[in-house]
């Protein structure tokens, strides 16, 4: 059996083999069919069965204690200020694949789709992030990112404007990333 820290490492790695092998169409299957198919079934029933209630529950228990969370009756939010998986690869200087962080989004954004919600989401490479996902249909707070989400909201830390930004708007299917112009 290995250990969490080679398994970071061996993830970002089929990443890059896959890269490599099939293109980022590759990567994006895997993510795709394998992490929201294979390995979340228990997120995608949950929020199956529990929509927003079903996200805070699964959520708070696959991480526990450090990420922020935040449930309304509008929307969940989700904050990371130090990833665990992103901060080891950092560390160690493993980067194989260049951009490891959008394998959360690789597999959420399936699953939120297919139980009939929409995320918004924000990383920066260096182990920092935010998403929030609402119902499809909802109404947003503003047409770009949400608004500053109370003292625990990623984007007031240190360090959040380092780092090559990833800006996914679900509910407005704009993506944007650091240097580039907005696409749809």
Same mark, same amino acid.
């Given at each position: ?14 990443? !890059? ?9 590759? @990567? ?12 979340? =079934? ?22 526990? =204690? ?16 130090? +990833? ?5 690869? #950092?560390?160690?200087?493993? !980067?194989?694949?260049?951009?490891? +962080? !959008? /394998? ?5 954004? @399936? =699953?939120?789709? !297919?139980?009939?919600?929409? =995320?918004?989401?924000? /990383?920066?490479?260096?182990?920092? +992030?935010?998403?929030? #996902? ?19 909201? @990623? ?10 930004? /990833? ?6 299917? #704009? ?6 112009? +907005?696409?749809?």
């Amino acid at each position: 059996m290995i250990g969490a820290q080679d398994f970071i490492g061996y993830f970002d790695w089929t990443f !890059e083999y896959l890269r490599r092998h099939c293109g980022e169409s590759g @990567v994006t299957q895997f993510f795709e069919d394998t992490l929201a198919h294979r390995l979340n =079934v228990d997120a995608l029933l949950l929020f199956k069965e529990k929509g927003l209630q079903g996200m805070a529950e699964y959520w708070g228990y696959a991480f526990g =204690v450090g990420p922020k969370t935040m449930l309304t009756d509008k929307f969940f939010r989700f904050e990371m200020h130090n +990833c665990p998986s992103r901060g080891y690869l #950092i560390e160690t200087g493993q !980067e194989a694949y260049h951009d490891f +962080c !959008e /394998h959360c989004m690789g597999w959420i954004r @399936v =699953v939120t789709a !297919e139980t009939g919600f929409l =995320v918004d989401h924000e /990383h920066n490479h260096q182990g920092q +992030c935010w998403w929030e #996902i609402r119902p499809v249909g909802s109404e947003r707070d503003s047409a770009g990112p949400p608004p500053i989400r109370g003292a625990d909201d @990623v984007r007031l830390q240190d360090g959040w404007e380092r780092g090559d930004h /990833h800006l996914w708007l679900d509910s407005k299917k #704009i993506a944007w990333r650091k240097g580039w112009t +907005c696409y749809a």
